[in-house]
Structure formats: C-alpha cells, structure tokens
C-alpha cells in the first residue's frame, strides 16, 4: 500500500489553503465527497434550526421584529433569572460531586485489592442504561414523604422525616442526587478507563524517589487523569445545565418554581404558553452559555497540552 | 340578459321604487327554499354517511378519561363497520401534541380530546370545525348549557381577549362534550355524623371541622390536596371567597383582600393535611382516601372517584358526601371550576363526516346510559339524575348540581392554562417554603404579569 503525504508547504498554510491541497490528491478529494452528504445533512439538522430559532428569538409572538427585545425581556424576568440561577447552581453541584464520587469509584475499583471487576464496573454502570423519566419515577417513590423507603430508613434509627422534594432547600439537594446517581457513573467509567493507560513505570520511578501514595496520586495520576477528566466534565456540565427529564419526573419544576431549569423554562414557554419566540430567545441563552463552557473546558486542556 | 321587467321606478323625488313582481317573489322563495332543501338534504345526507371500512382516528388523554369511550366504541364498530383506533397520551404531552397538530394543519387524527382551558390554544375558528353551521347540528336540552358553551368559540359570555374581539367572530359550536367534569367538594359524612359535626356551609366550617378531626398520629387528616402542577383545585377557595386571578380585562387582580384571605384560608388547610402533601398528584392524593384516612378534598369526578367509591379497594367507599364547593360567607354560594373535556373535530381531517356521526353517536341519548357504565363521565341530566347509576356512582347528583349551577371556567385566554400554573406555583410555595400569603400573592402577581407581558392573549 502506498501512503502519498501531502505536499509540504512553507508557511504555514490557512484552512482554505488546507483545503484546496487536500482536493488536489484524488483520494482525498474522494474522501471529501464522501464526507460531503454527511457535513450536508449536519448542515441541515443544526444550522437550519439554529437559524429559525434566531428569527423567532428577534420578533414577537405576533411575528413582528422586536430586534433584542425578547432578550432584553429575559434580563428582567424573574423566573428566566431564578431557572438561570437554579441551573447554574445544579449544575456545578451536579458535576462536582459526580466527578469527587466517580473519580473515588475509579481508584477503589482500580486497586489490586479488589477482586471481579468486571462485575463491580457492570453493577456501577447500571445507572447509565436507566432513561431519566424511569429514574425520576423510582426515586421519588423512594422520596415519597410517608411510603418512601429513605424516611423508613430514618425512622428507623430514629431520625424525623425529610420532606425530601416538597421543600425548596431539599429538593435542590434531592433532584441533585438523582442527576448524581446517573452521572457519577459516566466518570467512573471515563476515569477507568483513563486509569489503565497509565504506564506502570510512572509508579514504579514515583516510588524509587521516594514518592508515597498520596504525592504519587497528586503528581502522576491527577495529570494522567486531567485531559479525560476536563472532556468528561464539560460533556457533563452541558448535560447538566439541560437537565429536563428529571426535573419533570420529579418535581415537575415544583415545589413552586423552585426547580426550574433553563430547559424546564423552555418547554413551559415554548409548549405550555405557546410562546415560542420568547422561549427561542431562552435557546439562545442556554446554547450561548453551552458555547462558553465549551471553549472554556477546551481552552482549560489544551492549555494545560501546550503547557506540558 | 333578458328576464323579468322591472318595476323599479323613480318617485320623482329620487327615491327608488324596487317592489318586485310577484312572478319575482315567487322565483326568489322557490330559490331560497331550494337552498334551504339542499341544505337540509346536505345535512341529512351528511349525518347519515357511514361509510364502512372508515378508521377514525382519535387522540386522547392517557388514563380513566377516556375509558367511556374506549368500551363503548365496539358496539359502534360493530353497528356501522367504521373502526375506531384511539391513541393515549399523557395529559400534558396530550396538550402539546394537539395543538402542534393544529398550528401545523396536520390531518393525523379525526377528533381530539380537549380540556376546556386549551380552547383558546387550539383557534377553533382555524383548526377545527363548526358543527352548528356545517352540520346544522342542534344544542340537546337534556346536556347542560355550560358543556355546550365551554366548546362554543369565542366563548359566548364572560371576557373575551382583545385578540379575538378584533377578529369579529360570529360564536359556533366547535365541539361536544365526552367528560362532564367538574370539581367537587367531598367529605367523610360518617365521621362527620360520629363526631356530631355539621357539613360545612364555609370555608371557615370546614377549616374548623379539619381541626376538629385531625388526628396526626392516629393518622387521620382534616385535609388533603392535590398540589403538583396548577394547585387548580384550590381555585374554588379563591372564588368562594371572592378572589379571582384576572378580572374582565385580563388584567392581574390576584393580589386583593379576597385573594389575601384565600391563600390564609389554604395555608390553615395545609395545616392539618399529610406531610409532603404539597407535591401530591392525584394518585397520592387518592391514596389518603382509599386508605381512609383523609376527611376532605376537591375531587373531580373524572378521575378517581370510581376507584374511591369501590369497596374492594377503599376504606372510605359509601362514606363519602359530595356537593358543591363551600360559600365564602353565610348564606353564599360556593364556585366550582368546570374541567370538561370535549370531542373536537380536526379541520384537516379528511374524514369530517365519519368524525361527526361518530362524535354525536357516542355523545347521543341512546348510548350515554351504556357510555356512563363503561366509565364515561356524564353531562347529560337524565344520566347524572338515573337511579340506577347514582346507586353506582353517588356523586352524580352533586356532579349534577354543580353544572347546573353553573361552574366557572378558567380564563378563556391563550395564556390561561399557564396563568393558573404560575398562580398554583405560588401557593404551593407557600406551603412548602412556609412563605408567607401576601409574599405568594405578590409571587404570582408578579409572574402572572411577567408572563402576559410577552403572551398573545
């Protein structure tokens, strides 16, 4: 099989440039045809909706064009601010505790001490196959504030029960662990499989200069871990800051309107209020802020990248 | 074109003379009554195509709702050789799909079940079709006025939005009634009687006979609520007492002394309801009566009574009062919600006579009395008035009462449903974060009024 590099430029050439030499060699045109269908059909399925619901977002229910207005509005509605508040907030805590518990999962399951993992990684995966309505369902039977099995528990050791979803404070902390119990896996399994790619030897040269458990961790597995870690935390907090089939599973937004996500906004707007103009701005907003803590999770590796 | 001479003549002072012939008149009145006569024949015609073989595809509400219909429909199968095929979803992606379904003129279903508040949603004059005028259907005295007019559009009394009012509409019946619904007070009258209490007349009585019977250890509770969702069920409170969300206008008038002592009234309620009661849907909230341990609550007759009033599954069978909501005052009259849901005909359905012998088929004399044994929910007097189905199902007479009334209907708005959500979002704040009522009254002020800024009403 022969390989045909592409020709070397001097400078460094810009992306069309990149382009036109790629055409130049007949496989990679071919391989660019065949691509062509493929980026058509992304094309269509993500740029023509975003376009449509920019329009929508800068005109009124009534279709006449308010500019920014529906933006501006969202700045000033209370519950747009209070779900943007709620879903940052989740969403941090979310991916925080998801990622100490998956990472913790990780390293427990890694050690040589414990024995069938494929069994161990098989049961703590569960969560990852169970739809979020299913999940929502389950737990709040488990949080029912009388049957439920949690407040049997408590009553057993003679704690009072927990109004587990039925209080603002509560149920932040309660869908919180929902959203915890399906993600924590997701980390487990990244950092896993994260875990074996470390080279032995790292260890083995950790602890002839003398490094212990602790400083072996911090100085050689962290970093391994960084990259996979960064990619499975920001795919995480995007979910996060989506978060939609728990809510409505649980709470239904409830108690009040204290757990509103953006997404749950969305939907009332767009499907319950029919005002979909003014829900498309709300699009925007979560997408916007999908983008930033997008580039700011890849700017965070490869930073670290360059700076290794 | 020649024809008729005609007599018409100046009088000399420019007025014009345009009697006709008599010849004439004879020709126009023989033209109108053959109008009229095709008319007659086209409607007759119409109502009775059945055309066998025909699938009439209808959308509706996941649940007991639609159960009446559903058990009934063989024999319809069976006496025309039309099928029927029903696809259930649940209430709120019902919703959603419905009136999808209509803004994008899709001719998926034939008929729709809808629930009164989504009128406004749907644009009848658009998306659905005029039965009065297309099939010279006639209003049946034997159904309660209020289940014809709720699916009348524009509604034919009470406030109209601006949006619609400019549209000019002529009102039209765009649809009949399959659920009766309407909201009901229910009591335990044994515990009442053992206790030597009296039936509430107020809401200030039955606050006092909740204290009086509460019992959180035992447990038995004076109250509970459904909460999840709209909290619509606590509307009747507010009405009693003189409150409302919206005044003619549409403008927010929540925020009042009636509203104010409404939301205290509901708070002291929650007093002496289950714990965790405030994120009750209904199951959990028929759970307290079917394990008899609740007093009293709101219950709509579509949706759980049936299991409540079974011996086999509820302690509280045969021991239940229904009657309309409690006055706000001495010698007031209490206000229920009306929560009909009607059969509507899709405008792009391309089965239109098949939809409507059907709808007024299951909707007819003849059939309601088998309709209302397979589960349907009444709205026809004789049905909710039959000895025979008010021994089976007790609450008939009070369901009857109460529509006869008649009931309230929630704003006729596009933005009603949404309304009543943000104002049932504040009261179950206030119970579950122990805010107090004039912080949810100014709470749901503020929503309701953050959300009509941008809604078409």
Known sequence: ?308 | MAGEPSRERTDGLGRIDRRVTRRQALKTGAGIGAAAAAMQFNVISRRSVRAQGATIRILVPQGALADGLTKTAPAYEEQTGNKISVEAFPYQDLQTKAITLAQTKSGEYDLYFVDDPWMPNLQPDINAVAIDVEYGYERDPDIFDVCYDVFSWPPPYGPVPQSVRDLGLETHQYGLPIVGNVILYTIRKDVVEEKGLKIPETWDDALAVAKAVTDMDAPFYGWTARQAGGNVDSIPILWSLGGDILDDDFNVVLNSDAGLRAFEMIKELDQYAPPGSVTYQTNEFAADFLAGRAMMGMTWPGDTLVAMEDPAQSQSAGKLLYMNPPAGAPGGKGASVLGNWGLIMNAFSTQRDEAYDFMTWITSQEHSLEYAKNGGVPFRKSNLNDPELVAKFPWYPAQAEALAAPPKWRPRTSAGSEIVQLYGAAVQIMISDDLSPQDALDQATRDIEDFMATAID
């Open chain 1, 1 to 308: 099989m022969s390989v045909r590099s592409l020709p070397l430029a001097t400078n460094r050439p810009g992306r069309w440039q990149a382009v036109q030499h790629l055409w130049q060699i007949p496989e990679q045109r071919l391989a660019l045809l065949l691509l062509l269908p493929s980026l058509l059909v992304v094309l269509l399925t993500m740029l023509y909706p975003l376009i449509v619901t920019i329009r929508m977002a800068l005109s009124s229910e009534r279709g006449q064009f308010v500019g920014l207005g529906n933006l501006t509005r969202l700045a000033t509605t209370n519950i747009f601010l209070e779900s943007m508040s709620f879903t940052l907030r989740f969403s941090a805590f979310v991916v925080i505790v998801s990622l100490l518990l998956g990472l913790g999962l990780a390293l427990v399951v890694n050690s040589i001490y414990v024995p069938m993992k494929t069994l161990w990684i098989t049961i703590l995966i569960i969560p990852l196959m169970v739809s979020d309505i299913v999940s929502a369902v389950v737990w709040r039977l488990m949080y029912h504030p009388t049957i439920g099995i949690l407040n049997y528990a408590l009553s057993l050791v003679g704690l009072p029960r927990v109004d587990w979803l039925g209080k603002s404070s509560t149920a932040f902390f309660s869908v919180g662990i929902i959203e915890i119990w399906r993600s924590a896996p997701f980390f487990f399994i990244m950092l896993y499989a994260a875990l074996q790619l470390i080279p032995p030897d790292v260890y083995e040269s950790a602890s002839v200069d003398g490094a212990g458990g602790v400083r072996a961790f911090f100085d050689m597995t962290l970093p391994y871990l960084r990259p996979v870690m960064t990619v499975a935390l920001m795919l995480q907090f995007i979910g996060a800051t989506r978060a939609f089939g728990i809510i409505v599973g649980a709470t239904e937004g409830g108690p009040g309107r204290a757990t509103w996500t953006i997404s749950y906004f969305i939907y009332r707007y767009a499907f319950r209020a029919q005002q979909m103009h003014f829900a498309s701005a709300a699009v925007l907003v979560l997408v916007l802020l999908t983008i930033v803590a997008g580039v700011l999770f890849f700017r965070f590796v490869w930073v670290q990248r360059d700076a290794a």
